[in-house]
Structure formats: C-alpha cells, structure tokens
C-alpha cells in the first residue's frame, strides 16, 4: 500500500511563495497519477491540480491557474507543488492523493484511507 506524507506548509503573507511536497513510499511511484487537493476550515474538499504518471500531463482548477504548478520526481518518489502569489484564501490544509482516475481532464481521487496523506497547512496572512 502507499505511503504519503506532506510536508512544506507554513504561514506566509499574501503575494509569498511556498513549495509543498509529497514524499511516496510503499508501491511504485511511477505507476499512479498524482492529485493534490486542499480544504479550507468550514469548507468541503477541492481539488488543485493534477498531474500523469510520466509529468507530460497537469490539470488546474481555475483559480490557481497561473499561480501553482504541480511536478514530480520520479527518482524520488516525491510530489511537488509549487505556489506563487498566495492569496488570503488559498489558506487551507493541502492533501496530496496517490493512484486517481486521470480522465476527461479531471482527476478522480483514489478513495482509499492508504492514498491520502495527512495534510500540510498553509496559511496566507493578508
């Protein structure tokens, strides 16, 4: 089963930049699309970004389009996303989800209590 664990989170004011990563362990990182997702306190969930097995493909939600960019390093078992000019209301928990449904240009998370990790904090202070 996998592993995943987050790391990178922090408290950053509004226009900084932070890079989160997402370390993998337990299965072959190379044979899973990658997602990330966050939830804001008193809000469901969202979806991020997304990104292929091989890194050819990523996939937005709009409102951070421009401003993050999700990468992997397959030697390295690790997940990365980078965010720039952080905004008051990227203030959330990040996830990263291991071995989703990439399709249609969507990302279906993996559901599985295995293929979250346990989340970083960002907080954007305005």
């Known amino acids: 089963q996998v592993q995943l664990v987050e790391s990178g989170g922090g408290l950053v004011q509004a226009g900084g930049s932070l890079r989160l990563s997402c370390a993998a362990s337990?299965?072959?990182?190379?044979?899973?699309?990658m997602g990330w997702f966050r939830q804001a306190p008193g809000k469901e969930r969202e979806f991020v970004a997304a990104?292929?097995?091989?890194?050819?493909?990523?996939y937005y939600t709009d409102s951070v389009k421009g401003r993050f960019t999700i990468s992997r390093d397959n030697a390295k078992n690790t997940l990365y996303l980078q965010m720039n000019t952080l905004k008051p209301e990227d203030t959330a928990v990040y996830y990263c989800?291991?071995?989703?449904?990439?399709?249609?240009?969507?990302?279906?998370?993996?559901?599985?209590?295995?293929?979250w990790g346990k989340g970083t904090l960002v907080t954007v202070s305005s």
């Open positions: 989800n291991a071995d989703g449904d990439l399709s249609g240009g969507y990302y279906h998370p993996n559901s599985g209590i295995h293929n």
């Open positions: 337990g299965r072959t990182f190379i044979t899973y699309a």
């Open positions: 990104i292929s097995r091989s890194g050819g493909s990523t």
